[in-house]
């Protein structure tokens, strides 16, 4: 596994809360961004950019390092709180940007993944993501709680994906 770039990390994460200002990025949702934009760059440049393992889930993949990462940052750089949805819903985390993101710590090719990413996914929950997710080589070739191969990547039928439209 690559070493972890926390500074990396972070600004990811800061850079999906300021670009993804519908409503809609909650936990579920960030954790599935990050999946998506660490296999697509692995699928296209055979490398992640967070250095981050993904573990396989109930609810899809999940980066093992983001919840601490998220926690760290919570009241420093992004605001994590619950939101009512709807009556009879559960509440929702929502994620919210509190500063920018530094554009220097990435190459050209990762800044255009991540706008990639961000704009493919956007307009879907969190729930929808993890059923695309669900539908992917690297989810479905993997057990239960163990670590996902980044290069089941090249398995992905990413044009069997959700359509944005």
């Not at 994460?13 to 954790?31: E, P």
């Not at 530094?102 to 993944?113: A, G, K, P, Q, T």
Request: aromatic letters at 12%; hydrophobic letters at 40%; glycine letters at 6%.
């Amino acid at each position: 596994m690559a070493q972890i770039n926390e500074k990396k990390y972070r600004n990811i994460i800061l850079f999906f809360a300021n670009k993804i200002r519908n409503g809609t990025l909650g936990k579920l949702k960030m954790m599935k961004l990050l999946y998506f934009l660490d296999f697509d760059f692995f699928e296209k440049y055979g490398k992640s950019i967070t250095g981050d393992e993904y573990l396989r889930f109930e609810h899809g993949p999940v980066p093992r390092m983001a919840e601490k990462i998220l926690k760290h940052m919570d009241g420093k750089d992004i605001k994590i709180c619950k939101r009512k949805i709807c009556e009879g819903m559960r509440d929702q985390q929502h994620i919210e940007a509190l500063n920018e993101f530094e554009m220097d710590v990435f190459s050209r090719e990762e800044l255009l993944m991540m706008e990639e990413v961000a704009d493919k996914w956007e307009k879907f929950s969190g729930a929808e993501m993890k059923n695309a997710s669900h539908g992917e080589a690297p989810w479905i070739a993997t057990k239960p709680d163990e670590v996902i191969d980044y290069n089941l990547a090249y398995y992905r039928n990413k044009y069997g994906e959700m359509d944005a439209d």
